[in-house]
C-alpha cells in the first residue's frame, strides 16, 4: 500500500467547546515495534474525546494528542514483530488517541478483525463501548445468567451496547432513560426502560429485588440512590461521573448489605490489560456479534472536518446509539 506523506486531521486547537476542533494537516505516522497503521474510513464519537476537547482527559505519555479513541478500516503497514496481521486486512480497533485521522497507529494486540457481514462504520463503533462493557460489566463485576443487572443511560453508545451483551448472557436487564422515544429504544434491545423523568429507579429495582449488579456512568446524586437499589451482595461499578463523582453515602449500607463498589477507566490502562479485553472480545463477543445477538445503534455520521458538529450532537443529549466520524 503506497502511503501518503501527509494526512488530513482534526486536532484540538486549545481546551474549549467542539469549536476548538479544526482541521488540519500532519505527516502520516510510522508504526513501531508491536503496533499497526491503520487506513481509517470511519472513526467513532465518543464521551471521552469531548472531555479531552475541554481539558479533562489527558492523552496518556505517548499517545497522539489528537482525539479519537476507536476506529475501523485497512492494515496499511506493519512494525517490526507484529504477526496475525497482513497489510490490506479489515480491522478495528481500540486507539490511545489519534482516531480523527486518515491514519492512526495502535499496537497490534488491541486490533481485532472486521467481523463478517459487518461495514466499517459499525466497525468502528464496536472497540470503545465493547473494551468499556465487557471490561466492567463482567470481569470487574461479575454478571452472571438470572440476574438483575440495571444500566444508566441506556440509550448512549455504552448503554446500547450494555442491554445487548447482558441480554445475551442471560441477564434481566433494566436501564434508565430520559424520554418515551430513548426508551423505546432500549426496550428495543431487550430492557425493561425506566423513565427516570416519571419514575424512580430505585423503586423499580427494589420492587423486583434489588439490582444484583449496576452500571453507573451518572454519578452525583445517583451514587446513593444506587446503593439503595442494589440487592443485598450487589455490585456497583462506575464508569464515568456525568454529574459529579462526589457524594455523601451511608457506608454502613455497604456493611450491612455486604455491597461492593468498584470502577474503572479504560485509556489509562496498560497495553497488557487492554491486550487481554481484546482477546476476551474475540472470545466472547465477536460470536455474539456474529449471530446477530449484537449491533451497532447508529444515531448520525458527520464527515471528519465535521467533527465539531458531532461534538455538538452528543454534547446535546439527543443522541441514540452511536456518532461515527466519515474519514474516507
Given at each position: 500500500?503506497t502511503?501518503?506523506?501527509?494526512?488530513?486531521?482534526?486536532?484540538?486547537?486549545?481546551?474549549?467547546?467542539?469549536?476548538?476542533?479544526?482541521?488540519?494537516?500532519?505527516?502520516?505516522?510510522?508504526?513501531?515495534?508491536?503496533?499497526?497503521?491503520?487506513?481509517?474510513?470511519?472513526?467513532?464519537?465518543n464521551?471521552?474525546?469531548?472531555?479531552?476537547?475541554?481539558?479533562?482527559?489527558?492523552?496518556?505519555?505517548?499517545?497522539?494528542?489528537l482525539?479519537?479513541?476507536?476506529?475501523?478500516?485497512?492494515?496499511?503497514?506493519i512494525g517490526?514483530?507484529?504477526?496475525?496481521?497482513?497489510?490490506?486486512?479489515?480491522?478495528?480497533?481500540?486507539?490511545?488517541?489519534?482516531?480523527?485521522?486518515?491514519?492512526?497507529?495502535?499496537p497490534?494486540?488491541?486490533?481485532?478483525?472486521?467481523?463478517?457481514?459487518?461495514?466499517?462504520?459499525?466497525a468502528?463503533?464496536?472497540?470503545?463501548?465493547?473494551?468499556?462493557?465487557?471490561?466492567?460489566v463482567?470481569t470487574?463485576?461479575g454478571?452472571k445468567?438470572?440476574?438483575?443487572?440495571?444500566?444508566?443511560?441506556?440509550?448512549?453508545g455504552?448503554?446500547t451496547?450494555?442491554?445487548?451483551?447482558?441480554?445475551?448472557l442471560?441477564?434481566?436487564?433494566?436501564?434508565?432513560?430520559?424520554?418515551?422515544?430513548?426508551?423505546a429504544?432500549?426496550?428495543?434491545?431487550?430492557?425493561?426502560?425506566?423513565?427516570?423523568?416519571?419514575?424512580?429507579?430505585?423503586?423499580?429495582?427494589?420492587a423486583?429485588?434489588?439490582?444484583?449488579?449496576?452500571?453507573?456512568?451518572?454519578?452525583?446524586?445517583?451514587?446513593s440512590r444506587?446503593i439503595?437499589?442494589?440487592?443485598?451482595?450487589?455490585r456497583?461499578v462506575?464508569?464515568?461521573?456525568?454529574?459529579?463523582?462526589?457524594?455523601?453515602i451511608n457506608?454502613?449500607?455497604?456493611?450491612?448489605?455486604?455491597?461492593?463498589?468498584?470502577?474503572?477507566?479504560?485509556?489509562?490502562?496498560?497495553?497488557?490489560?487492554?491486550?487481554?479485553?481484546?482477546?476476551?472480545l474475540r472470545?466472547?463477543?465477536?460470536?455474539?456479534v456474529q449471530?446477530?445477538?449484537l449491533?451497532v445503534?447508529?444515531?448520525?455520521?458527520?464527515?471528519?472536518?465535521?467533527a465539531?458538529?458531532a461534538h455538538?450532537?452528543?454534547?446535546?443529549?439527543a443522541?441514540?446509539?452511536?456518532?461515527?466520524?466519515?474519514?474516507?
Amino acid at each position: 500500500m503506497t502511503l501518503p506523506e501527509q494526512m488530513r486531521v482534526v486536532e484540538i486547537a486549545g481546551a474549549g467547546g467542539p469549536e476548538v476542533l479544526r482541521p488540519a494537516a500532519r505527516p502520516v505516522p510510522v508504526p513501531g515495534a508491536g503496533e499497526i497503521l491503520i487506513e481509517v474510513h470511519y472513526a467513532g464519537v465518543n464521551r471521552p474525546d469531548a472531555l479531552q476537547r475541554a481539558g479533562a482527559y489527558k492523552a496518556p505519555p505517548g499517545a497522539s494528542d489528537l482525539p479519537g479513541l476507536e476506529a475501523a478500516g485497512l492494515v496499511a503497514a506493519i512494525g517490526p514483530g507484529v504477526s496475525g496481521w497482513a497489510v490490506g486486512d479489515r480491522v478495528c480497533a481500540l486507539l490511545p488517541g489519534g482516531g480523527y485521522a486518515e491514519y492512526a497507529t495502535c499496537p497490534a494486540a488491541h486490533a481485532l478483525p472486521v467481523p463478517e457481514g459487518i461495514d466499517l462504520k459499525s466497525a468502528a463503533c464496536l472497540p470503545e463501548t465493547c473494551f468499556t462493557v465487557w471490561s466492567n460489566v463482567v470481569t470487574r463485576g461479575g454478571l452472571k445468567a438470572g440476574e438483575r443487572f440495571l444500566v444508566h443511560g441506556g440509550s448512549s453508545g455504552i448503554g446500547t451496547t450494555a442491554i445487548q451483551i447482558a441480554t445475551a448472557l442471560g441477564a434481566r436487564v433494566f436501564a434508565t432513560a430520559g424520554s418515551a422515544e430513548k426508551c423505546a429504544a432500549c426496550e428495543a434491545l431487550g430492557a425493561t426502560a425506566i423513565n427516570y423523568r416519571q419514575a424512580d429507579f430505585v423503586d423499580v429495582l427494589r420492587a423486583e429485588g434489588g439490582a444484583n449488579l449496576i452500571l453507573d456512568m451518572v454519578g452525583g446524586s445517583y451514587i446513593s440512590r444506587d446503593i439503595k437499589a442494589l440487592a443485598d451482595d450487589g455490585r456497583l461499578v462506575f464508569i464515568a461521573f456525568l454529574e459529579s463523582p462526589k457524594a455523601e453515602i451511608n457506608f454502613a449500607q455497604v456493611m450491612l448489605r455486604r455491597l461492593s463498589i468498584t470502577g474503572s477507566t479504560l485509556r489509562p490502562q496498560s497495553d497488557v490489560a487492554k491486550a487481554a479485553i481484546a482477546a476476551d472480545l474475540r472470545a466472547h463477543v465477536w460470536p455474539m456479534v456474529q449471530a446477530g445477538k449484537l449491533r451497532v445503534v447508529h444515531d448520525s455520521e458527520f464527515p471528519l472536518d465535521q467533527a465539531a458538529a458531532a461534538h455538538a450532537r452528543m454534547e446535546s443529549n439527543a443522541h441514540i446509539g452511536k456518532i461515527a466520524l466519515r474519514v474516507r
